[in-house]
């Protein structure tokens, strides 16, 4: 994810990056653990940056492992303009998190100044607040597809079925056996049954897109592709409809969205490789009253490190697509 | 999955291969259309063949488009002892037939004479039939999820959603955009939404199963790899139950079963490549009141030829595991 | 080809797409065709263009099969400012057109004008020359990993061996049993034994590099990936060196190129890919008096679309590098 | 390797498997380590298994990391029937192995009892020895591209050229970067840049074929797929040839092989996978006086188990092919 970042600031017109921090890697130049960003940024090294490091910046990206972000962030807090926190840390109220992650929260006087960053449902909260918590990629996907039926009261709360595929990138780049090439070619498997952490944090932003409690069960897969997540949910219908009058309410929810896209073919991931867009479609389905609403996209950018740049645009006041593309590469 | 059954046959110590048909390629060796077979098969040759050039074989293996499998086997009948039928041809009473695949049946006077041939579900057919209809990739994988909970009332008959991914290889050697390496790599996408012609069969065989009308939504997706097929199933719980008596139910109902592994952990597509295994496993979600129920296997062993040896096996009263291997090629 | 020009003209600020042509898929959007390019092009449509729908535009790029540009270009010559061709047509004299190609050259009188864009090998000819014939994939990569020697006298001009990989996209998007997915995956194989058509383009390349005919023997393979070449080169060194020397000629040589990286390590395609970068590494082994050099790229855009570009710039009298990224994006 | 025995054992009629050790994974079934085996082998655990746990074992397979083996095997030697080693330890003589190795060999005086396993170039061997030392994957896959053309003196022992791809699960299991699907996926690159240890294997096996000292530069290249090798290799014609004549030379060299197949076009890997299978072709060219001879293979059975057991079976006087498939799983 924080190499995703640099990526995508590479093309950043009005961001500078001043200094990149690591753990064990520190010492390394960019370019020699990616070397697609040596070109980008010759001679920037990784460092062990500690929260002095780096005041007076005007953002801070964290991309740590949860957990370890709400110990990094209250060092930050005041001394940086804005943190983007790429972790789940601050996604979730206390309470919620410690259901899902199973332990207390470190910090959480700190949650009321993070906006959910989402902007496509939750741009006010961008507006009211000094810092962001990224969402997740699962989450995005889910949440774009289902939050129009949702907020229209087309669909119920409960009993809604998310089933999705990711690419094995989600994993991170950590070593373990199911991350290694030869595990993962080849080979599809579902994982994180009834309990991926991933579930309450969609329960909890759809709660508050449809205004009651959402409960639904998600199942991720792993495939065989580096990038890419697609969300294919399943709602009950609240009252008859067509699939015309849905897609035409789906667009109108997305009207003015840069990065959405509602379109009538089945969104492949394909398309949106590199790009910071969802693409999003839906199905009526009379014979068993059943709405299927699909949404793909890149979940290391519109499900990661795109969407954090697109909020932190709108913290900074800049348009919130500065610097970020629409086109994916493909093939 | 014409290939595929000669693969199969090669390990075969029971059956040999006689003749074999195709209609373009004519005349080419088997090794030169599959360089893999060609040690196995040195100067077998594809022939234009008729039904009466069939005319006392032992077994014949239909691997045609739907709607031409229809057309040929009633010159077969008679004068071959059994025909193994691969298309959907004879997998369906008349009028559902029609009703998925929009053309009246051609031959609706044999269909009769087909078991469908998933032997563990079925076997009792194949002992009263003379002849096989293979069942369908998807519909194998979520027949062998589903039956066990169905069977038993244990979930309800409707609402039942089953969310599949397929390799490319599910697709054919048909020449189609999506088909193309450079559009499947690195892609997942829905397709065949609300209306995939499995669905018909799905909901007809497990109506016969539970004996009540079952109602499913169906979606499939296309990943990248060649093989595997992982159904994804959910279904809503009649009662209270838990994952450790649910799956022991399910080891009961599979417990003769060379060929159905129930185990613990989420299944692996790529366990079961080159061999007749499905792997299943279920999951009892207190929360929602659903029971998930997984199935991975290889769409052109189990999913197609293998179980068409399987059944062929059982009607020439030979074990129904003769040349079929448990074996998965992994990585 | 003409789809990833598309793709890096979107990133492009100062060259503007005015129509698009296609014979087979006018009146599809360029996102039907293309999603992914959706977003960028909204309404853009493919037309039935003929050369007199082209007047007037300052930039033509040409991404047809070879043979089929040397039949229009005749027509835009004059009327357009400038032809960027991506087919091999005007790339040889004519007589080396049919030596490799097998056919008459239609236009000869127009080779004159076109300069082999290859802006780091043969920068001058694009100061000099109307338009553009931009290099194949496969005579760039073998291009840039052998000039610095070759144009040294440091290795031999004959009994070179260039061994290459490509990625599956290097076919094309025309419908062949080698480019589906299920026979493409898993599988690496040579092609175009002893005579691939871009030995004769590499040969003449390099034979005016240093001044000496060129002789070498090119086996391209095809092995499981979408996009990215590696061309490994072998070359008699023609007198001792080291691989320390020899780097630091390769880096002069390439001292003020944005687009070609002189790396110690291997060069992996990977940290190519969506970019206009080739990276390029050498080593001397004295053992056998060899020099390995090896050269990676994205074949769609530094071995194709980015490259024309690249060309285009220079004709335009634009720094060479608007508009195109160094940013590989990896994973 | 070690799984692959044990995928091939399953099939193996006269042998069978008694005990499977392993270090940090002992008290682990198979079926849980590899879930394809699983069916094959109930129950069967990997055990901290010593030499005198062997004893009286009339086979045993080592797949352990060079260096071990030659700790192991002095303390089977005598108390089991035969060794067949996987490793890199008995496969040269001490001095050669110092060389590529960097060590001392630590049971120099066990050499002599070891054949080199390569039945098809050194079968007189595996008739005198005791124990057998299974080649390396890239080695049996130049070995069998090389050695007609070196026994008949068709080409020059110096100046050799061997290009090769390999799947990644050459590079075993261990957890590393560049067997992470999301390094090595989209992903090619050479390593082992002029200084891989198949290198000194190639050159030995060779000589001792063509009775003269073999010399060549040997890359490997990476690429993404799991299995399969292809070793492309390049010597200077000695005399005048033409690629029909050359093909009946080693179509007649291999004649009563089962496990080579020469053949005209291009060998695929794809077409060897999961067989015991390597296929060869050859082209003379005329132009650069060069052969171009391409080998084919999986590099876990013929560049590995298959050919282990291929020689076990010769050793134990069964016939060579015994349990070996020549069928590849393709697609």
Not at 58 to 87: K, N, W, Y
Request: charged letters at 15%; one cysteine or more.
């Amino acid at each position: 994810m924080g190499a995703e970042v640099l990526r995508l600031l590479a093309a950043h017109p009005e961001l500078e990056v001043g200094a990149v921090g690591a753990a064990t890697h520190a010492g390394a130049t960019v370019g020699e653990l990616f070397p697609g960003l040596g070109a980008a940024y010759p001679g920037l090294r990784y460092e062990t940056l500690e929260a002095r490091d780096l005041a007076g910046y005007d953002v801070v990206f964290c991309a740590l492992p949860h957990g370890e972000s709400q110990r990094l962030v209250p060092e930050l807090v005041g001394t940086v303009g804005h943190v983007i926190d790429l972790a789940a840390d601050f996604r979730l109220p206390a309470s919620v998190y410690t259901t899902w992650y199973g332990a207390a929260h470190e910090a959480p006087g700190l949650l009321a100044d993070f906006a959910y960053g989402l902007p496509e449902l939750f741009r006010d909260e961008l507006r009211a607040r000094v810092h962001v918590a990224a969402p997740g990629c699962y989450p995005t996907a889910a949440g774009l597809a289902l939050a129009p039926a949702l907020a229209a009261g087309a669909v119920a709360s409960e009993g809604i079925v998310v089933d999705a595929i990711s690419g094995v990138s989600g994993r991170g780049r950590a070593l373990s056996g199911p991350s290694l090439y030869a595990e993962a070619n080849e080979n599809a498997l579902a994982y994180g049954l009834l309990d991926h952490r991933h579930t309450g944090e969609m329960e909890h932003a759809l709660s508050r897109v449809c205004g009651v409690d959402v409960q639904l069960l998600f199942t991720p897969h792993l495939v065989p592709m580096t990038r890419g997540i697609l969300a294919t949910a399943y709602a009950r219908l609240t009252s008859s409809s067509t699939t015309a009058t849905m897609l035409d309410a789906y667009r109108d929810f997305y009207v003015d969205e840069p990065f959405v896209r509602v379109v009538e073919e089945p969104p492949a991931t394909k398309s949106t490789l590199g790009s910071n867009v969802a693409v999003v479609t839906i199905r009526v389905d009379d014979r068993t009253g059943t709405l299927l609403a699909i949404a793909a996209l890149d979940n290391l950018v519109k499900g990661g490190s795109g969407q954090a740049i697109q909020a932190a645009n709108a913290l900074l006041g800049l348009p919130e697509a500065t610097g970020l593309s629409v086109v994916g590469v493909a093939p």
